[in-house]
């Protein structure tokens, strides 16, 4: 769904600009001027839709990162909504609020227009065009949640995998894509793989919530990656070109500078992970280490000796 096609503005719109395309197509779509429409109510619910993204600074930030496809994995209609207030606008219409706030909310049940246009003191009913709408929210069956653990090397190149799922005595396949740079906590959403409606109304949503497992090797901070690199002590006295593996399974040559202190971090830029699908790669940060032999040769310990002698 293209936001920016709903409401038939430019990317760069600025947000005046958003919202006055959006009071337009309110205005044409809106249910009260209509009734029995059932083409218009859609596609008013999509222009608001748009519109509680788009007016929101950071939605149509990462909206605009991820693109449709990924921005609707990583936001439910609840996240959408959630604090959308449509009321100043819709109040041009004449609609009466008796004082109210009229807010796009979700009840959990999924899907963010359960309450739209509530009245105080109108005994809990939906109002203009809505109830059908409301009723047939509540019969939609339960969202789902399921952990989604996946690799860091996952994370660095996206991933396609295939889940699972419970469905009577057959079990059903479902195929989804893990967009590069995820973190640990966000949810990606499968529309209609919740649980079925007991009343014959539309499935519910399969949440993934993802889990980063931890690496051998590296450390994720942010997009950034870091790991520890041990060395001879000679190596750090004089210097030395050592060799760190990357996550994508690539030997980096690195020149360790003479004189190298034990816990120096040499920076490796565009070796992490990116912040997005597509986006800037972080750095890879190695710490270094200096390995302190356990056990010398009669041979080393002389050497060892003399060094000791000459101040070092």
């Known amino acids: 769904m293209d936001y920016y096609k709903l409401l038939g503005v430019e990317k760069s719109a600025s947000p005046e600009e958003i919202k006055k395309a959006y009071r337009k197509l309110a205005l044409k779509h809106h249910p009260d001027r209509n009734k029995g429409n059932k083409e218009a109510e859609e596609q008013f619910k999509k222009i608001s839709e748009a519109y509680a993204v788009l007016s929101d600074k950071e939605k149509r930030q990462q909206y605009d990162t991820v693109g449709s496809a990924g921005f609707q994995q990583r936001y439910s209609q609840?996240?959408?909504f959630r604090?959308?207030?449509?009321?100043?606008?819709?109040?041009?219409?004449?609609?009466?609020?008796?004082?109210?706030?009229?807010?796009?909310?979700?009840s959990g049940g999924g899907g963010g227009f359960e309450e739209m246009f509530r009245q105080p003191g109108?005994?809990?009913?939906?109002?203009?065009?809505?109830?059908?709408?409301?009723?047939?929210?509540?019969?939609?069956?339960?969202?789902?949640?399921?952990?989604?653990p996946i690799t860091l090397e996952e994370v660095l190149n996206g991933a396609e995998k295939?889940?699972?799922?419970?469905?009577?005595?057959?079990?059903?396949?479902?195929?989804?894509?893990?967009?590069a740079g995820i973190e640990t906590g966000k949810k990606l959403r499968i529309s209609g793989k919740g649980s079925p409606s007991p009343m014959g109304g539309p499935s519910g949503d399969l949440y993934l919530?993802?889990?980063?497992?931890?690496?051998?090797?590296?450390?994720?901070?942010?997009?950034?990656?870091?790991?520890?690199?041990?060395?001879?002590?000679?190596?750090a006295v004089l210097g030395a070109e050592v060799e760190v593996p990357t996550l994508e399974g690539k030997q980096l040559k690195?020149?360790?500078?003479?004189?190298?202190?034990?816990?120096?971090?040499?920076?490796?830029?565009?070796?992490?992970?990116?912040?997005?699908?597509?986006?800037?790669?972080?750095?890879?940060?190695?710490?270094?280490?200096?390995a302190v032999p356990k056990d010398l040769s009669d041979e080393q310990k002389e050497l060892v000796d003399r060094v000791k002698e000459s101040g070092l």
Do not use: W
């Open 78 to 80: 609840e996240d959408i």
């Open 83 to 106: 604090n959308a207030d449509l009321g100043d606008i819709l109040r041009e219409f004449g609609i009466n609020f008796g004082g109210g706030r009229a807010s796009f909310r979700s």
């Open 122 to 148: 109108a005994g809990g009913r939906a109002s203009h065009g809505f109830q059908d709408f409301r009723q047939q929210q509540q019969v939609k069956g339960n969202d789902l949640s399921l952990e989604l």
């Open 162 to 179: 295939t889940i699972s799922l419970g469905r009577g005595a057959v079990a059903e396949k479902v195929s989804v894509k893990i967009p």
């Open 209 to 235: 919530l993802i889990k980063v497992e931890p690496h051998p090797t590296y450390v994720r901070d942010g997009s950034h990656l870091s790991m520890d690199l041990q060395i001879p002590y000679s190596s």
């Open 254 to 290: 690195v020149k360790v500078p003479p004189g190298c202190q034990p816990q120096a971090k040499l920076r490796l830029r565009k070796h992490g992970l990116p912040d997005s699908p597509g986006g800037a790669r972080g750095d890879l940060l190695v710490k270094i280490l200096v």
